[in-house]
């Protein structure tokens, strides 16, 4: 497998695409590490039982340290998120 392109990929919004593309990126080697965030509580028990990445508490501690970083939330919340 060739090297990651991505040391560490930070996916905010754990739903059908984030979880879809952190599946990608564990599955073809894109990134070292997949970190995770989700504002509910509920989806990040779900995401940690899936095994589909480092899921963090704080979307601070997600994208800590990340190169590359995607928002996977609905469009009405991305202004929000980015500048969080």
């Given at each position: 497998?060739?090297?990651p392109v991505f040391e560490?990929?930070?996916?905010?919004?754990?739903?059908?695409?984030?979880?879809?593309?952190?599946?990608?990126?564990?599955?073809?080697?894109?990134?070292?590490?997949?970190?995770?965030?989700?504002?509910?509580?509920?989806?990040?028990?779900?995401?940690?039982?899936?095994?589909?990445?480092?899921?963090?508490?704080?979307?601070?501690?997600?994208?800590?340290?990340?190169?590359?970083?995607?928002?996977?939330?609905?469009?009405?919340?991305?202004?929000?998120?980015?500048?969080?």
């Open positions: 497998m060739p090297d560490r990929i930070a996916l905010v919004g754990v739903g059908l695409i984030g979880s879809s593309i952190a599946r990608a990126a564990t599955e073809y080697g894109a990134a070292g590490s997949v970190a995770l965030y989700d504002m509910s509580d509920e989806v990040r028990a779900k995401a940690a039982g899936l095994g589909l990445g480092e899921v963090a508490d704080t979307l601070e501690a997600a994208v800590a340290g990340a190169d590359c970083v995607i928002l996977c939330v609905p469009v009405g919340a991305l202004e929000a998120v980015a500048k969080a």
